[in-house]
């Protein structure tokens, strides 16, 4: 059989070569979109250890920044998660040990599945480069999930002790009021989420996660729209 193997690559040694050092370039590049993205996902969840860091934030109607935090992370043993917030500094990113928001960069992966998600290429595979993948959630999907991230991130604020001092009864009535006008705001909310997926087109783990949701709303009967904007980075460790 050796001999057998020998005559062959002297024929069909330029093939057997192209095929064999291009078929992972062919696979990344014939498979559909959402397999592609099926791969790279489970490439993702199966590493024992990876990193992660990025950065969130929030445009007010005006377009300006309103809000930013940065964060960072590490998933071990196939789903134990660490992660910390840190708060914008002049000089330094300083650590904050009081979370601040709901938000969780990785709940995003938790929403892509089945029919909840469209997803495509965003430009046509290249052999030996990045594959991205755009991403588009079903709206209803995308509104849900990113209601239950605001009613977190007001649980937090009145989980701040902080925030009872002085006058504990006048507090709880402020924040009663608060989170009516909460849900009154979120049963007007409407959202639109497009993430861009980059990933290995080797080994599939992905290096990079952006997502850009657009939030419509009424407050107090008036129209408001802004955009939460975050980027999330993976590293595999060893």
Same mark, same amino acid.
């Given at each position: 059989?050796?001999?057998?193997?020998?005559?062959?690559?002297?024929?069909?040694?330029?093939?057997?070569?192209?095929?064999?050092?291009?078929?992972?370039?062919?696979?990344?590049?014939?498979?559909?979109?959402?397999?592609?993205?099926?791969?790279?996902?489970?490439?993702?969840?199966?590493?024992?250890?990876?990193?992660?860091?990025?950065?969130?934030?929030?445009?007010?109607?005006?377009?300006?920044?309103?809000?930013?935090?940065?964060?960072?992370?590490?998933?071990?043993?196939?789903?134990?998660?660490?992660?910390?917030?840190?708060?914008?500094?002049?000089?330094?990113?300083?650590?904050?040990?009081?979370? $601040?928001?709901? !938000? #969780?960069?990785?709940?995003?992966?938790?929403?892509? /599945?089945?029919? =909840?998600? @469209?997803?495509?290429?965003?430009?046509?595979?290249?052999?030996?480069?990045?594959?991205?993948?755009?991403?588009?959630?079903?709206?209803?999907?995308?509104?849900?999930?990113?209601?239950?991230?605001?009613?977190?991130?007001?649980?937090?604020?009145?989980?701040?002790?902080?925030?009872?001092?002085?006058?504990?009864?006048?507090?709880?009535?402020?924040?009663?009021?608060?989170?009516?006008?909460?849900?009154?705001?979120?049963?007007?909310?409407?959202?639109?989420?497009?993430?861009?997926?980059?990933?290995?087109?080797?080994?599939?783990?992905?290096?990079?996660?952006?997502?850009?949701? $657009?939030?419509? !709303? #009424?407050?107090?009967?008036?129209?408001?729209?802004? /955009?939460?904007? =975050?980027? @999330?980075?993976?590293?595999?460790?060893?």
């Amino acid at each position: 059989m050796l001999n057998i193997a020998r005559k062959a690559a002297i024929t069909t040694g330029a093939a057997m070569l192209f095929i064999g050092t291009q078929g992972c370039q062919l696979i990344s590049t014939s498979l559909p979109a959402d397999k592609a993205f099926a791969m790279s996902a489970s490439a993702l969840s199966g590493s024992e250890r990876y990193g992660f860091a990025g950065e969130v934030s929030v445009l007010d109607p005006g377009g300006f920044v309103g809000g930013r935090a940065a964060f960072e992370g590490e998933v071990t043993m196939h789903g134990k998660l660490s992660m910390q917030w840190k708060s914008n500094s002049s000089a330094t990113m300083e650590v904050n040990s009081q979370q $601040t928001t709901a !938000y #969780r960069p990785l709940q995003l992966l938790e929403s892509i /599945k089945g029919d =909840s998600a @469209t997803i495509t290429y965003a430009e046509k595979p290249v052999p030996n480069q990045p594959v991205r993948m755009q991403i588009k959630l079903d709206d209803t999907v995308a509104r849900d999930r990113l209601a239950q991230v605001l009613r977190d991130d007001f649980a937090l604020l009145r989980a701040d002790n902080g925030l009872l001092r002085g006058d504990p009864a006048k507090a709880e009535q402020i924040l009663l009021a608060a989170n009516k006008r909460l849900e009154e705001a979120l049963s007007t909310l409407e959202v639109t989420t497009v993430c861009q997926w980059t990933a290995d087109p080797k080994s599939w783990f992905p290096s990079q996660l952006k997502e850009e949701s $657009t939030l419509s !709303y #009424r407050w107090n009967g008036k129209p408001y729209k802004e /955009k939460r904007i =975050s980027e @999330t980075n993976f590293s595999l460790k060893g």
